[in-house]
């Protein structure tokens, strides 16, 4: 079985404690933003807004 599909927006964050009403629900989605830097370079990279990008650093909002 392949996992749900969810808006590219959104990253899955794992979770130890379910937090839907469904137990075998253990991930909850968390609004996402490109980095603008990874983007201007061609590459894909979602990001939670107000952290660093884990593939180049550069802080995103």
């Not at 749900?4 to 899955?12: G, S």
């Not at 989605?29 to 180049?56: D, H, S, Y």
Request: with cysteine; aromatic share 4%.
């Amino acid at each position: 079985m392949s996992p749900p599909a969810h808006p590219p927006h959104l990253l899955p964050v794992p979770t130890e404690q379910p937090i839907h009403p469904s137990p075998k629900q253990r991930n909850m989605f968390v609004p996402g933003t490109k980095c603008p830097t990874c983007a201007a370079r061609g590459k894909e990279v979602w990001v939670i807004p107000g952290r660093l990008c884990g593939q180049c650093g550069t802080p995103c909002d």
